[in-house]
C-alpha cells in the first residue's frame, strides 16, 4: 500500500535561506513521486517529479529533490527562499504500476520571513 | 500544453438545489479523470475516478447519488452535486491523466478548482 507522509506541516524560513521540506512515502512497488504547490484558492502546480530516471530531480522556481529508496525519502529543497515561494505544499505518491492513484500527504505550510 | 480548466471558479447556492462543476482537459484526451474535495488547511481527498464512457468509481463513504459524476467524452467530466447543504461546502477539484504522453504518463493535471459555498 502507498502512503506519505510529510513531517512537518509548518514551516518558517527567512527570505534568502534554505528550504527544506520533509517527505517520506511508503509503496508496494517502485513510486513515482510528486512535488506540488498550491497558493491560496487555487489548483495544484507541478514543481518537479521522480519517475524512475535520475535520484536528483530539478524542478521549476529553482526547487530540487533527491530520491533516496535506502530512506524512502524525497525531500524538497530550494537554496534561497523567496517571497513568492510561500504557499502550500504537497507531497505525493503513485504506483507506477498502475500510475492510477495519488496519494497525498498532509500538506507543508511554507512561510517566508522578509 | 496539458491544461484542464474548471468551470466555475466559484459558486454560490442555496441549500437544497443542485450545482454542475465542469472539469475540461483543453489540449489533450484525459481518459481518466478525478475529482477532490479539499477542506480549509487540509489535504485533497480523492472522491472517484471518472473513466471515459463508464460509471465513476467512488471512493469508500463518497455518496454515488449525492455527487454525481459524468464522464461523456475525452475532454469533459462533469461533478453534480445534488441536494446540496452547507455541509458540502468545499473546494472542489479535478484532475486529468493523458495515456497518450508517454512522459506523463502518472503525471495527474489539475484543474484550478471550483469553491462551493451553500447557503
Known amino acids: 500500500a502507498q502512503s506519505v507522509t510529510q513531517l512537518d506541516s509548518h514551516v518558517s524560513v527567512s527570505e534568502g535561506t534554505p528550504v527544506l521540506l520533509r517527505c517520506n512515502y511508503s509503496?508496494?512497488?517502485?513510486?513515482?513521486l510528486f512535488w506540488y504547490v498550491q497558493h491560496p484558492n487555487k489548483g495544484l502546480q507541478l514543481l518537479l517529479k521522480?519517475?524512475?530516471?535520475?535520484?536528483l530531480v530539478k524542478g521549476i522556481n529553482g526547487f530540487e529533490a533527491e530520491f533516496k529508496k535506502s530512506e524512502t525519502s524525497f525531500h524538497l529543497t530550494k537554496p534561497s527562499a523567496h517571497m513568492s515561494d510561500a504557499a502550500e505544499y504537497f507531497c505525493v505518491v503513485s504506483d507506477t504500476n498502475t500510475g492510477n492513484q495519488f496519494y497525498f500527504g498532509t500538506g507543508t505550510s511554507l512561510t517566508v520571513i522578509p | 500544453g496539458a491544461v484542464v480548466s474548471q468551470h466555475p471558479s466559484r459558486v454560490i447556492c442555496k441549500s437544497g438545489t443542485s450545482v454542475k462543476i465542469e472539469c475540461r482537459s483543453l489540449?489533450?484526451?484525459?481518459?481518466?479523470m478525478f475529482w477532490y474535495r479539499q477542506f480549509p488547511k487540509q489535504s485533497l481527498m480523492l472522491m472517484a475516478t471518472?473513466?471515459?464512457?463508464?460509471?465513476?468509481?467512488?471512493e469508500q463513504g463518497v455518496e454515488k447519488d449525492k455527487f454525481l459524476i459524468n464522464h461523456a467524452s475525452l475532454t469533459l467530466s462533469t461533478l453534480t452535486v445534488t441536494s446540496a447543504h452547507p455541509e458540502d461546502s468545499s473546494f472542489y477539484i479535478c484532475?486529468?491523466?493523458?495515456?497518450?504522453?508517454?512522459?506523463?504518463?502518472?503525471?495527474?493535471?489539475f484543474g484550478p478548482g471550483t469553491r462551493l459555498t451553500v447557503l
Open positions: 489540449d489533450f484526451q484525459a481518459t481518466t
Open positions: 509503496s508496494s512497488y517502485s513510486p513515482s
Open positions: 471518472s473513466n471515459e464512457g463508464s460509471k465513476a468509481t467512488y
Open positions: 484532475s486529468a491523466r493523458d495515456l497518450y504522453l508517454s512522459s506523463s504518463y502518472n503525471e495527474q493535471f
Open positions: 521522480y519517475t524512475s530516471a535520475a535520484t
